[in-house]
């Protein structure tokens, strides 16, 4: 249409729709790096959460917005602004009553300015003594009467929401009978009765007093308890002179009649069936403005869901998940944008899922198999990447289960790693062709015409990795090269070596088996103690189940031992090492031995004792001591992989 003008620019309302879906495997790239750099898999995990991705408004940046709100909610006034109002009112109402009796020359009007003038300090005293009082000018009877209506109008609105027409009516009748029902209503909902029908019968009676509709009774009771929570807490964080005014102007306001009592047994129903909410603790507002009692105490009720919100954006308790997290309370509180948000990550989060790179287990969400992998292949990567032009660099490509040619080769099976045998393949799919009386180029390539080339067959290996997790290895920035050189032998074993048995073990005070989820998963300890020797006695169980196999065991530490069990089954620590401790490993370093097993070790550091502990083992065993540079770790470690599964060592 002629006329029209159309501006332009940066989308500003939300996640932008034209932006390209979120690549879900640079996100699990991201997390790797951090996990072979030595974080905890769960802080990376939980990380890309908090932060978001691409533009950082991730769970941090809401949470963060919540506690912007929160400290504006404790600034926004003080608490005590009902009874300075009512005090500010009763002022207003005795200068106008005084103006009138001024006015008059008469003995009844002196008698009043002398009842004026006797009134007591307190707000509360001082309007139930003028209860009874003959007012001479309306004007001032009116402001009078407001202190009261008013507070009450305050006190019941904060309750229920929807209030407010029935008490401009002044009409409290209807509040009175709803207040019945709906103690009723709750009274049977604590006894365990079924309460689906009466609930919904209430709610055709009365539900004009509660414009947000709840779905069910859980519903109402959440959101009355909330509001009754916020009221008993602001009474709680009044001054006791302040508390006494307001509760003796509360009890005047509601008078003699049901109403007062129906308040109080709602609220103990309500504490009864949400004793878990904040009734009594808080924080002291402040703030130029002086709030009255609704206005307080919704406040108070706005700082208690921020506090709520703001708990279920930090994920820290076990298991925790976005869907903890209460969409339609983060729109409330934080508006539109924010819950489009918490919905991208919640689909983030599904994503990792569905496509397989992440699974929850009972403390949260974990690498999934899929990942791990991926995450292995990157470490071997990074360690090869690192070889280039190093002495010791392997080809990858031509590692793998098979030996030497021996000159035949068979039709290609799935499954097989052996190489190819690229002439009689292209062969194969020559003859094919010219059997079909079709000799045209190019020739193509069908399954069928593969063969690969028969290779010697070499032994297998069973490969032990004992990696040291006590803390010291932590501390001196060695754990994310232990975590990067098991993760890339347990890779290559899979996936070039796939006859190889491979056992990680860890050890501090004690040693255990682990897997690579549990070897990605796994944080350092303060716990202290190398036991070397409960390592090497499960690296000899695993070799002896595989009596064919080349026996290799690789030790990675920074410590001489300090630990050893003891023939309970308890281990003994002591610094430094005793006797006892050294003698047991020595035992078990000589029953590896007498298997034929090697035992090299790489040693981290440069402490004194670990150098005479390790060149004492690799005399007695014949292995060999490398002393390599964290970074250079991996590498070191994969290269004598490699050169001591090529051949059984003369035992």
């Keep these: 249409m002629s006329g029209n003008v159309f501006r332009y620019g940066a989308w500003r309302d939300g996640p932008d729709p034209l932006a390209p879906p979120y690549d879900v ?25 908090r932060r ?26 003080n608490l005590d602004g009902a009874v300075t109002r009512a005090r500010q009112m009763l002022d207003q109402a005795l200068a106008t009553e005084r103006d009138s009796l001024a006015a008059r020359d008469d003995d009844a009007a002196r008698f009043n300015e002398a009842v004026l003038d006797n009134l007591p300090r307190s707000v509360s005293q ?21 202190i009261l209506a008013g507070l009450r109008d305050e006190v019941v609105s904060q309750r229920f929401a929807g209030m407010k027409q029935a008490l401009q009516q002044g009409d409290m009748s209807d509040v009175s009978a709803m207040l019945t029902d709906l103690n009723d209503l709750l009274a049977r909902h604590a006894r365990g009765e079924d309460t689906g029908d009466a609930f919904r019968d209430f709610m055709q009676r009365h539900g004009r007093f509660f414009p947000d509709d709840p779905a069910d009774v859980d519903e109402l009771i959440d959101s009355l308890a909330r509001q009754a929570a916020a009221a008993e807490r602001l009474m709680r964080l009044l001054s006791p002179q302040q508390r006494e005014e307001l509760e003796q102007l509360m009890a005047q306001a509601l008078g003699e009649g049901p109403l007062r009592g129906q308040l109080a047994e709602l609220t103990d129903n309500l504490r009864a069936l949400r004793p878990g909410l904040n009734w009594g603790r808080g924080e002291r ?93 990157t470490a071997l990567s990074a ?36 190489p190819l045998d ?25 399954p069928d015409d593969f063969e690969v080339a028969e290779t010697e067959r070499r032994a297998s290996a069973a490969v032990a990795l004992c990696v040291d997790l006590s803390y010291s290895m932590y501390a001196d920035g060695r754990w994310g090269p232990m975590k990067q050189t098991a993760l890339a032998l347990s890779h290559l074993v899979a996936t070039k070596y796939p006859q190889d048995a491979l056992q990680i073990i860890g050890f501090g005070r004690y040693a255990q088996t682990l897997s690579q989820g549990e070897l990605a998963a796994i944080e350092p300890t303060i716990e202290k103690g190398t036991n070397l020797q409960h390592a090497l006695k499960l690296a000899a169980r695993h070799v002896r189940r595989h009596p064919g196999a080349e026996p290799v065991i690789l030790v990675v530490t920074d410590g001489e031992p300090t630990s050893h069990l003891e023939p309970d089954g308890e281990a003994v620590f002591w610094w430094p090492p005793m006797p006892e401790t050294v003698q047991a490993t020595i035992h078990e370093v000589d029953l590896l031995t007498r298997f034929g097993a090697t035992l090299n070790v790489f040693m981290l550091g440069e402490d004194p004792g670990l150098r005479r502990f390790v060149s004492a083992v690799a005399h007695r065993n014949g292995g060999r001591v490398f002393s390599p540079d964290p970074a250079d770790l991996g590498r070191y470690v994969i290269d004598d992989y490699v050169r001591a599964r090529l051949g059984r060592r003369p035992r």
């Design 422 to 446: 690229v002439v009689r393949t292209i062969g194969n799919a020559v003859r094919r062709r010219a059997a079909g009386r079709s000799a045209t180029l190019p020739v193509r390539l069908e």
């Design 52 to 77: 978001g991705p691409r533009d950082g408004r991730g769970l941090e940046s809401l949470r963060e917005r919540a506690r912007r709100l929160r400290r504006d909610a404790l600034r926004r006034g």
């Design 285 to 377: 507002m402040r703030g130029p403005a002086d709030l009255g009692y609704g206005d307080a105490a919704s406040a108070l009720g706005e700082i208690a869901d921020l506090d709520e919100l703001i708990d279920q954006l930090g994920q820290e308790h076990p298991g925790a998940t976005l869907d903890d997290v209460d969409v339609e309370a983060v729109e409330r509180q934080l508006g539109r944008s924010a819950a489009d948000d918490l919905r991208r990550l919640r689909e983030l989060e599904r994503e990792l899922r569905r496509q397989g790179w992440v699974q929850r287990d009972a403390d949260g969400l974990t690498l999934s198999p899929k990942a791990l992998r991926r995450l292995g292949r």
């Design 126 to 146: 001082a309007v139930s003594d003028l209860s009874d009082y003959d007012w001479s000018s309306a004007e001032a009877r009116d402001i009078y009467r407001q």
């Design 383 to 418: 360690i090869f990447r690192d070889v280039t032009g190093k002495r010791g660099q392997h080809d990858m490509r031509d590692a793998g289960a098979a030996g030497d040619l021996i000159g035949s080769s068979r039709r290609w099976e799935f499954g097989d790693d052996q």
């Design 25 to 49: 495997r640079a996100a699990v790239d991201e997390m790797g790096e951090r996990v072979l750099a030595g974080d905890s898999l769960r802080d990376a995990l939980r990380d890309l959460i």
